[in-house]
């Protein structure tokens, strides 16, 4: 199985070159700019994460919530060596403090799962932080229905703007009137003084859709 590997240190990439490393080739780039389409068949992907972009690299591997990458039905599985404490907020649940928008994005994307913690003290030098190694699986579909999934992605934004306000002064920011929003919470079951950090993705996706509906009933009277 021929191995791609994408490296921005010249002199790794001159170092690992020079190995020549049978079914391994190496590119000199930015994975953050490299385009997977690129590249033929099935795709695993597989990396030490620099931990300061973690969140851009899993956006460029899975795309955002209602724009997912073009050759993400190519992907069979993720792994990556990431911060201990980054790796938490992938597989948190509704409620803790480690739940966030990337955990909603991963969610949306992927089964993730923890396959083991690694100390600071395996790494040379040691870093100030502990990793641990995180699998991707991604699904099929998203795991919820939803009529406009862009603005579900919206939604989640605007709620988590400020995570200790409620989520209905944070929906403010998306222009929701307080009758639309009565209208809106009521419909999807949820109530209005809830924090972001306590919604799952599914009620994510029903406070979305009746907003949207709401909006466009009043779109058609005005």
């Known amino acids: ?41 099935a795709l695993k992907l597989v990396g030490n994460v620099p931990y300061r972009i973690t969140t851009p690299i899993i956006a460029r591997i899975f795309g955002e919530i209602g724009e997912p990458q073009p050759w993400l039905s190519r992907v069979g599985k993720v792994i990556l060596t990431v911060q201990y404490e980054v790796a938490q907020r992938f597989v948190a649940e509704p409620g803790g403090e480690d739940y966030s928008q990337i955990t909603l994005l991963i969610n949306y994307f992927a089964k993730a799962k923890i396959l083991r913690k690694l100390p600071r003290e395996d790494f040379y030098p040691s870093p100030e932080v502990n990793s641990a190694i995180v699998e991707f699986v991604p699904l099929v579909k998203p795991p919820i229905d939803c009529k406009d999934s862009k603005f579900l992605r919206q939604v989640i934004k605007a709620c988590f703007s400020q995570r200790r306000k409620m989520i209905k002064n944070n929906l403010s920011l998306l222009h929701c009137d307080a009758d639309m929003l009565t209208k809106a919470f009521a419909k999807a079951h949820i109530n209005p003084q809830a924090r972001a950090e306590i919604l799952s993705l599914e009620q994510f996706a029903k406070l979305s859709d009746a907003l949207s509906e709401f909006d466009m009933r009043k779109r058609n009277h005005e």
């Open 1 to 41: 199985m021929p191995i791609l590997g994408i490296e921005l240190d010249e002199e790794c990439v001159s170092a690992l070159s020079h190995d020549a490393l049978k079914n391994v080739s190496i590119k000199h780039g930015d994975f953050l700019k490299f385009d997977l389409n690129t590249t033929a068949g």
